[in-house]
């Protein structure tokens, strides 16, 4: 396999103030979808397109830097990856 994709999960910090949470929102949504229900953003990355990949990863670095967000990023298994992994 000569490419990878992972599923990125990024949840806000419910301590945020409505200013600092809407700054949150301006960095992270134009690359992530947003999921009410448990107050995080989610995307699939494929290594297929590094720099998208890298994007994304360093925006989020920046956000839990600035504000706090908890950045998890877990590997899909090889039986599941698709080809779904949001394009750059």
Known sequence: MDTFEVNVTAHSNRDL?????DRQ???IK???AWDQGSWAWRTRLS???GEHAARVLNTLFEAARVYGTAVTVQP???AQAD???VPG
């Open 30 to 32: 134009p690359y992530m």
């Open 17 to 21: 103030t409505s200013q600092e949470f």
């Open 25 to 27: 929102v301006e960095l």
């Open 47 to 49: 290594g297929s397109d």
């Open 83 to 85: 080809g779904t992994a």
């Open 76 to 78: 899909v298994p090889a």
